[in-house]
C-alpha cells in the first residue's frame, strides 16, 4: 500500500510539473489577433486611439463624443434621436444693444510688446 501511495504522489507531482510548464494557449487570443481593431468596431478603434494618446484624450473631441457612446452603450440607453435643424444659440439679453456684446479674445490682437522672459542658468546644487 506504501508503494501505490508513492506512486500516485509521483505520478501527480509528474502531472502537475508537466502542466505548469505548458504554454497557455487561448482560441480567444487567436481568433482577435489576425484581425485589425478597425474591422472590430469603429467605436473600438476610437477607443484605443483615445487610450494611445493618454492625457491629450481628455481635451480631444473625438475621444468625449467615443466615450459618451460608450458609456451610453454600457447603460443600455437609446440612441439620442438628432434634431432635423440645429437650434440657435440662446441669449441671456435678447433686448440688450449690440454694441453691449462681449469682446472675444480672438478679436483683439496680441500683445507682443511685453519683456521676454529669461531663463535663468541652473546652479549646482551645494551639499
Same mark, same amino acid.
Given at each position: 500500500?506504501?508503494?501505490?501511495?508513492?506512486? &500516485?504522489?509521483?505520478?501527480?507531482?509528474?502531472?502537475?510539473?508537466?502542466?505548469?510548464?505548458? $504554454? %497557455?494557449?487561448?482560441?480567444?487570443?487567436?481568433?482577435?489577433?489576425?484581425?485589425?481593431?478597425?474591422?472590430? %468596431?469603429?467605436?473600438?478603434?476610437?477607443?484605443?486611439?483615445?487610450?494611445?494618446?493618454?492625457?491629450?484624450?481628455?481635451?480631444?473631441?473625438?475621444?468625449? $463624443?467615443?466615450?459618451?457612446?460608450?458609456? *451610453?452603450? &454600457?447603460?443600455? *440607453?437609446?440612441?439620442?434621436?438628432?434634431?432635423?435643424?440645429?437650434?440657435?444659440?440662446?441669449?441671456?439679453?435678447?433686448?440688450?444693444?449690440?454694441?453691449?456684446?462681449?469682446?472675444? $479674445? %480672438?478679436?483683439?490682437?496680441? %500683445?507682443?510688446?511685453?519683456?521676454?522672459? =529669461?531663463?535663468?542658468?541652473? =546652479?549646482?546644487?551645494? *551639499?
Amino acid at each position: 500500500a506504501r508503494v501505490g501511495a508513492i506512486v &500516485f504522489v509521483a505520478v501527480a507531482i509528474t502531472a502537475t510539473a508537466i502542466e505548469m510548464n505548458r $504554454k %497557455d494557449v487561448s482560441t480567444d487570443v487567436l481568433a482577435t489577433r489576425g484581425r485589425p481593431v478597425t474591422a472590430l %468596431d469603429p467605436l473600438t478603434a476610437e477607443l484605443l486611439r483615445c487610450s494611445e494618446i493618454g492625457e491629450a484624450g481628455t481635451r480631444d473631441p473625438g475621444c468625449l $463624443k467615443a466615450w459618451a457612446e460608450n458609456r *451610453r452603450r &454600457f447603460l443600455g *440607453r437609446p440612441a439620442p434621436v438628432s434634431s432635423p435643424s440645429p437650434v440657435a444659440p440662446a441669449t441671456l439679453f435678447p433686448s440688450a444693444p449690440a454694441s453691449a456684446a462681449p469682446i472675444h $479674445k %480672438d478679436s483683439a490682437p496680441a %500683445d507682443v510688446t511685453g519683456p521676454a522672459m =529669461q531663463a535663468e542658468p541652473a =546652479q549646482p546644487e551645494v *551639499r
